[in-house]
């Protein structure tokens, strides 16, 4: 199974922009699927994007399109989340997540393997 290590978080300005990093270990990087998903203090994870193990398939979650980008590189083994035009509400815990076959692309236990999730904090 993959372990999974986020990395780019941090304190950044309304329209400011991020980009956050997942590495994988340990498995077959290109087999997996991958999504972000986000934790905001009392609140549930939420799905923010998902890409598939080619990276031909992408989805977002409403209120990231347009603002965010997921993309992957198989060679280097990392995942990517270039967020742009960054609001105070997406202020959370970012987690990256995988999984060989996830039965949907939006359901956080459908994905196996997690990382430990990196701050991101947008001030006013």
């Known amino acids: 199974q993959v372990q999974l290590k986020e990395s780019g978080g941090g304190l950044v300005r309304t329209g400011d922009s991020l980009t956050l990093s997942c590495a994988g270990s340990g498995g077959i990087f290109a087999t997996y699927d991958m999504a972000w998903f986000r934790q905001a203090p009392g609140k549930e994870r939420e799905f923010v994007a998902f890409i598939s193990w080619s990276g031909g398939g992408k989805y977002y979650a409403d209120f990231v399109k347009g603002r965010f980008t997921i993309s992957r590189d198989n060679a280097q083994n990392t995942m990517f989340l270039q967020m742009n035009g960054l609001k105070p509400e997406d202020t959370a815990v970012y987690y990256c997540?995988?999984?060989?076959?996830?039965?949907?692309?939006?359901?956080?236990?459908?994905?196996?393997?997690w990382g430990q999730g990196t701050q991101v904090t947008v001030s006013s």
């Open positions: 997540a995988a999984d060989l076959r996830p039965k949907t692309y939006q359901v956080a236990s459908d994905f196996g393997s």
